[in-house]
């Protein structure tokens, strides 16, 4: 393809490291349901997914509704784990500063959690205004909605798009826009990255290259 006009970026994994907190916290509240799953297990089931999407699961396996205050739970511990220990993804602040055209972020998170997350991190004033959530479009991701949706938003053509993905469903709902995905694997697996339909890179400091 051409060079991309605009870079959407997704949030957890690609611009703050959070997906070790996070999975270890959504591992031990899954526990304490009877779900017996650890980290790993959590991010190879759950990365991508919106919570709404994540909560389903979790009801199919436990065979009864998660109760009332979990997911509300689960994102208090979340953000209390994040506090002392979220950083941005090495070299992303780099790649950030020097982007020579417009960027901006699609996450299956809530817009209030990408703002915490990118303000802890010293990201914010880069998003600020070009924040995307699938809490916003009918789909998340697998489906091509959020993509879509901000490609809209920021008046850019979808197949002027390329997104950068850490995760199956994120790489899916990428080819489903008809957009082309880097798949970012500092902490996936890059085969399954790359089945998904991803060109796959494993350090920040790569992407620049990669963007033509």
Same mark, same amino acid.
């Given at each position: 393809?051409?060079?991309?006009?605009? +870079?959407?970026?997704?949030?957890?994994? +690609?611009?703050?490291?959070?997906?070790?907190? *996070?999975?270890?916290?959504?591992?031990?509240?899954?526990?304490?349901?009877?779900?017996?799953?650890?980290?790993?297990?959590?991010? &190879?089931?759950? !990365?991508?997914?919106?919570?709404?999407?994540?909560?389903?699961? !979790?009801?199919?396996?436990?065979?009864?509704?998660?109760?009332?205050?979990?997911?509300?739970?689960?994102? *208090?511990?979340?953000?209390?784990?994040?506090?002392?220990? $979220?950083?941005?993804?090495?070299?992303?602040?780099?790649? @950030?500063?020097?982007?020579?055209?417009?960027?901006?972020?699609?996450?299956?998170?809530?817009?209030?959690?990408?703002?915490?997350?990118?303000?802890?991190?010293?990201?914010? &004033?880069?998003?600020?205004?070009?924040?995307?959530?699938?809490?916003?479009?009918?789909?998340?991701?697998?489906?091509?909605?959020?993509? $879509?949706?901000?490609?809209?938003?920021?008046?850019?053509?979808?197949?002027?798009? @390329?997104? +950068?993905?850490?995760?199956?469903?994120?790489?899916? #709902?990428?080819?489903?826009?008809?957009?082309?995905?880097?798949?970012? #694997? &500092?902490?996936?697996?890059?085969?399954? $990255?790359?089945?998904?339909?991803?060109?796959?890179?494993?350090?920040?400091?790569?992407?620049? +290259?990669?963007?033509?």
């Amino acid at each position: 393809m051409s060079s991309p006009r605009l +870079v959407i970026f997704d949030c957890d994994g +690609v611009l703050v490291d959070s997906e070790p907190s *996070a999975n270890r916290v959504f591992a031990a509240a899954l526990n304490e349901l009877g779900l017996d799953l650890d980290p790993d297990e959590v991010c &190879a089931t759950f !990365i991508g997914l919106s919570m709404s999407r994540c909560v389903e699961i !979790i009801e199919q396996r436990l065979g009864r509704p998660v109760p009332s205050g979990f997911v509300a739970d689960v994102r *208090a511990r979340t953000l209390e784990a994040f506090r002392d220990e $979220l950083r941005p993804v090495p070299g992303v602040v780099e790649v @950030i500063r020097a982007l020579d055209r417009p960027y901006c972020v699609a996450s299956s998170g809530e817009l209030e959690k990408m703002r915490f997350t990118l303000g802890r991190t010293g990201l914010l &004033a880069s998003f600020e205004g070009r924040m995307f959530s699938a809490s916003q479009v009918p789909r998340g991701k697998p489906s091509p909605d959020l993509f $879509l949706f901000a490609a809209r938003e920021m008046s850019v053509a979808p197949e002027a798009c @390329i997104v +950068v993905e850490d995760s199956v469903p994120g790489v899916l #709902a990428a080819r489903a826009a008809d957009m082309p995905a880097l798949g970012f #694997a &500092a902490r996936s697996d890059p085969e399954r $990255l790359a089945r998904a339909g991803a060109r796959v890179f494993q350090k920040m400091s790569e992407l620049p +290259v990669l963007l033509g």
